[in-house]
């Protein structure tokens, strides 16, 4: 199966999910998504408290060998079990999510185009930049309500290593994208992405 796979990688709040959910509810079970914030590398040694204080923002953060083989699976049209994290404990859950392999699939995630052997599987890289001012309200608005974090424990966390991180490691990579774009609600951009992901889908109906 000849198999599209998309980069959508940008810093914290900057629209990538809002982006990648637009596209999964135009095309439904066509396209797959897999998260590489669920590769957060597993820490069961390590007390909460310290868990807490850990650089989540650096590449060394996660497990990309397992994401990559994860991803030459699903590419390969082997389905995968895909780990889940769990941010109210900073650590990895017990849980797995089987991903299905389809002719479609998202790569999500922040470091996405960090890596070169991950970005190199990617046929389309697209980097979802915002102001920073917006992207720490959204960060905010999310951690509370979604994370069961506290204000000042997020606004600690975004001064050591988020905001610091974004930028060594984080928005370089805009210049790897093909594509960038300055929100999740683009419509440009969504429709260019449409029309390329339905173009993909109709040669694999005829079998090109």
Do not use: W
Request: charged share 30%.
């Amino acid at each position: 199966m000849n198999v599209l796979i998309i980069g959508v990688a940008g810093g914290t709040g900057s629209g990538k999910s809002t982006f990648t959910n637009r596209i999964k509810d135009e095309f439904g079970d066509k396209v797959s998504v897999i998260y590489y914030d669920n590769y957060y590398k597993q820490h069961d040694d390590i007390p909460f408290e310290e868990r807490k204080l850990i650089n989540y923002d650096h590449p060394d953060a996660f497990e990309t060998d397992l994401f990559i083989e994860h991803l030459k699976k699903l590419r390969n049209g082997e389905a995968v079990e895909c780990p889940v994290y769990d941010y109210t404990v900073h650590n990895r859950s017990n849980k797995t999510v089987t991903i299905k392999p389809s002719a479609v699939i998202i790569v999500e995630g922040i470091m996405v185009l960090q890596n070169q052997a991950l970005r190199d599987l990617l046929d389309i890289k697209i980097y979802v930049e915002a102001d920073a001012d917006e992207r720490i309200l959204r960060r905010v608005i999310r951690d509370v309500k979604e994370r069961g974090r506290d204000v000042e424990g997020i606004a600690k966390q975004y001064l050591t290593t988020v905001k610091p991180m974004h930028y060594i490691y984080v928005e370089p990579t805009k210049y790897l994208a093909d594509i960038v774009l300055n929100s999740g609600m683009n419509d440009v951009v969504f429709d260019v992405i449409k029309i390329k992901i339905q173009t993909h889908l109709n040669n694999q109906q005829r079998g090109e």
